[in-house]
């Protein structure tokens, strides 16, 4: 896990997870589908970055979201920063208590239909894991 004293910037080769929280977020290809990554109205697109966690952290980190929410977690879509880059998106550092591999998606356009095309793009350079727990 990230020192939460020495938060890096988010590097361009970084892998993030973003939890997968609604079993409709996921076709039955085990692919995640565009609305797992449509961003909140305030445009930030909270993940976890993999950058020195180990796997098991990062399903415990998933967990306490999951738990927070009272939601179920399915499991979690991998995908690099490069892949959020190349949609004209920064990804950002967001340290929280308890998760200092926070970050941010952001820079979304505010139009709904482009955010949709972004979020599309998005999920198919992403790879769903299956959360361990629900087999």
């Known amino acids: 896990m990230i020192d939460p004293a020495n938060v ?3 590097g ?6 973003r939890y997968v929280l609604q079993s409709s977020h996921i076709r039955n290809n085990q692919t995640v589908k565009q609305d797992a990554f449509i961003p909140p109205p305030n445009l930030r697109l909270s993940v976890t970055r993999h950058l020195m966690a180990t796997d098991d952290e990062i399903w415990a980190l998933g967990e306490a979201v999951a738990t927070l929410r009272t939601k179920t977690l399915y499991g979690r879509a991998d995908v690099t920063v490069a892949a959020c880059a190349s949609q004209n998106l920064t990804v950002n550092a967001d340290a929280l208590p308890g998760n200092p591999n926070h970050a941010n998606i952001s820079a979304w356009p505010n139009e709904k239909a482009a955010q949709k095309i972004i979020a ?3 999920a198919a350079a992403a790879a769903f894991v299956a959360n361990p727990r629900l087999r």
């Not at 361009?12 to 997870?17: G, I, S, V």
């Open 120 to 122: 599309l793009e998005i």
């Open 12 to 17: 361009a080769d970084e892998l993030l997870a």
């Open 8 to 10: 890096a910037a988010v």
